[in-house]
């Protein structure tokens, strides 16, 4: 099969570049001008509402998998980590190897054949399950969102607030519903995790089929010696950097996650306290929904993007400063850090909607599923580097090494993103008008002329 033709647009200053958006009808894309003109939004509320259960069932089912395996193996392996270590190790590594090949198979599959395939996969294949995560984010929150949106960009933005609130919910509620079932029997919860994943194919499928599409893509011969060619063309993509920028947010331990919960268990924290504070984090992420699309529709998505990846870098160097500071008192040193990663949260979700955004008006139909795909195998290369980091420098009061690593790594993503902004826009700040530089020259020649005056006098 020969490579498809992939041109590469850089976007006007002003009008967001809207590629790949297909034309549900003939089957092509048509561009105007440096616009897509989509024929056919399907964004009514009923295929709306179909695709949040689909996107509800599949991310609550992953979620409750990934905390309920932790459980499972501690029940078998009580005494050691090593198990542990080793299933989240490999999980990362199948994802950052066969991830390109899952997004290539989104680009060249029938859409509903791919989803299917995925709701066996996730639900049936527990072995390739992160695989299958990966697969179905990229296709439906990459791809089918925007075949969706059509040409309503508000309702694209609202649709990916949304569903990043549903992963938000998922996020919170799924560990603790599979820990209380666990609490009764690790059997039972087995048990519980089986049938629900079962159980929800169906209503899944029937979800995303009943979205309407009206024409799928016609299938292609999956041909490996292209994904060589999509994999580089992720690196010469104009998009390339908030992509990249958003990865490298991965690599971090301040995350309320495993290795930041066993270090604040370390310092003095208790359980109630550890809870506590996760439930703030995520109310900041789930406030995020809401500030980043309001944010976008007044300043647009590439500005939203750079002042809220500001904000979480200044909350994250602030708390690192009072970590630092306060080294001789663990508590006191360990909550100035939880109150700067709190509130970065607010910035970084809304910063991951704001690239998000990007990519899916900038990525073209025929590359979207390789591209999105390559960047999930970025995320979670940099996901196995923060817990080398941790292995590294293993003991808690080595902890401080981690902590100025990920600050280091989400400085790098601000620069990046900001080589993004400045070639895209041709400045980084915006000045009001009152400041400008034609503003500011003729002040400065009125400034002159009074000098000149005074000294005539």
């Given at each position: 099969?020969?490579?498809?033709?992939?041109?590469?647009?850089?976007?006007?200053?002003?009008?967001?570049?809207?590629?790949?958006?297909?034309?549900?009808?003939?089957?092509?894309?048509?561009?105007?001008?440096?616009?897509?003109?989509?024929?056919?939004?399907?964004?009514?509320?009923?295929?709306?509402?179909?695709?949040?259960?689909?996107?509800?069932?599949?991310?609550?089912?992953?979620?409750?998998?990934?905390?309920?395996?932790?459980?499972?193996?501690?029940?078998?392996?009580?005494?050691?980590?090593?198990?542990?270590?080793?299933?989240?190790?490999?999980?990362?590594?199948?994802?950052?190897?066969?991830?390109?090949?899952?997004?290539?198979?989104?680009?060249?599959?029938?859409?509903?054949?791919?989803?299917?395939?995925?709701?066996?996969?996730?639900?049936?294949?527990?072995?390739?399950?992160?695989?299958?995560?990966?697969?179905?984010?990229?296709?439906?929150?990459?791809?089918?969102?925007?075949?969706?949106?059509?040409?309503?960009?508000?309702?694209?933005?609202?649709?990916?607030?949304?569903?990043?609130?549903?992963?938000?919910?998922?996020?919170?509620?799924?560990?603790?519903?599979?820990?209380?079932?666990?609490?009764?029997?690790?059997?039972?919860?087995?048990?519980?995790?089986?049938?629900?994943?079962?159980?929800?194919?169906?209503?899944?499928?029937?979800?995303?089929?009943?979205?309407?599409?009206?024409?799928?893509?016609?299938?292609?011969?999956?041909?490996?010696?292209?994904?060589?060619?999509?994999?580089?063309?992720?690196?010469?993509?104009?998009?390339?950097?908030?992509?990249?920028?958003?990865?490298?947010?991965?690599?971090?331990?301040?995350?309320?996650?495993?290795?930041?919960?066993?270090?604040?268990?370390?310092?003095?924290?208790?359980?109630?306290?550890?809870?506590?504070?996760?439930?703030?984090?995520?109310?900041?992420?789930?406030?995020?929904?809401?500030?980043?699309?309001?944010?976008?529709?007044?300043?647009?998505?590439?500005?939203?993007?750079?002042?809220?990846?500001?904000?979480?870098?200044?909350?994250?160097?602030?708390?690192?400063?009072?970590?630092?500071?306060?080294?001789?008192?663990?508590?006191?040193?360990?909550s100035g850090l939880v109150g700067g990663v709190i509130l970065s949260r607010?910035?970084?979700?809304?910063?991951?909607?704001?690239?998000?955004?990007?990519?899916?008006?900038?990525?073209?139909?025929?590359?979207?599923?390789?591209?999105?795909?390559?960047?999930?195998?970025?995320?979670?290369?940099?996901?196995?580097?923060?817990?080398?980091?941790?292995?590294?420098?293993?003991?808690?009061?080595?902890?401080?090494?981690?902590?100025?690593?990920?600050?280091?790594?989400?400085?790098?993503?601000?620069?990046?993103?900001?080589?993004?902004?400045?070639?895209?826009?041709?400045?980084?700040?915006?000045?009001?008008?009152?400041?400008?530089?034609?503003?500011?020259?003729?002040?400065?020649?009125?400034?002159?002329?009074?000098?000149?005056?005074?000294?005539?006098?």
């Open positions: 099969m020969a490579a498809r033709h992939i041109e590469q647009r850089t976007p006007d200053e002003h009008t967001p570049l809207i590629a790949g958006r297909e034309n549900i009808e003939a089957g092509v894309s048509t561009f105007s001008g440096d616009e897509y003109h989509h024929p056919e939004s399907h964004l009514s509320t009923r295929n709306v509402h179909r695709l949040y259960i689909s996107h509800f069932l599949s991310t609550w089912n992953s979620r409750v998998f990934e905390f309920g395996a932790v459980l499972y193996l501690a029940t078998v392996y009580p005494r050691t980590l090593l198990p542990m270590s080793v299933y989240a190790l490999a999980r990362g590594l199948v994802a950052v190897v066969f991830a390109s090949a899952v997004g290539y198979y989104i680009d060249v599959g029938n859409r509903l054949q791919v989803c299917f395939n995925d709701l066996l996969w996730q639900h049936l294949l527990a072995c390739v399950e992160k695989l299958s995560s990966i697969l179905n984010m990229v296709s439906v929150e990459k791809d089918w969102v925007v075949v969706v949106a059509g040409t309503d960009h508000a309702g694209l933005r609202r649709l990916n607030a949304q569903m990043r609130g549903i992963d938000l919910v998922c996020k919170l509620l799924g560990p603790l519903f599979i820990a209380l079932i666990d609490g009764i029997s690790t059997e039972t919860a087995i048990n519980v995790n089986l049938g629900m994943n079962v159980c929800s194919v169906v209503v899944e499928y029937y979800s995303i089929a009943k979205v309407g599409l009206q024409v799928q893509p016609v299938a292609s011969r999956f041909d490996w010696s292209l994904l060589t060619v999509h994999s580089s063309y992720y690196f010469r993509h104009p998009y390339f950097l908030p992509s990249f920028s958003g990865a490298l947010l991965y690599l971090t331990v301040l995350s309320f996650a495993g290795q930041m919960v066993t270090w604040l268990l370390s310092t003095g924290y208790d359980a109630a306290q550890v809870a506590v504070v996760r439930t703030l984090a995520v109310g900041f992420e789930v406030l995020a929904t809401w500030v980043a699309p309001w944010l976008m529709g007044k300043i647009g998505p590439t500005r939203a993007g750079l002042w809220l990846v500001s904000w979480q870098v200044t909350c994250l160097a602030s708390g690192l400063a009072i970590f630092w500071h306060f080294d001789s008192q663990p508590f006191l040193s360990a607010l910035g970084l979700r809304g910063f991951d909607l704001c690239a998000q955004i990007l990519v899916q008006e900038g990525i073209e139909a025929e590359a979207r599923g390789s591209f999105s795909s390559t960047e999930a195998a970025w995320q979670n290369l940099f996901e196995i580097c923060s817990f080398v980091s941790t292995v590294i420098f293993s003991r808690p009061d080595q902890f401080k090494w981690p902590v100025l690593i990920s600050v280091i790594s989400v400085a790098l993503a601000v620069l990046l993103y900001a080589m993004f902004v400045r070639i895209q826009r041709g400045h980084l700040v915006h000045f009001p008008s009152c400041f400008g530089p034609e503003r500011l020259h003729r002040s400065g020649e009125r400034a002159l002329e009074r000098i000149s005056s005074f000294s005539d006098i």
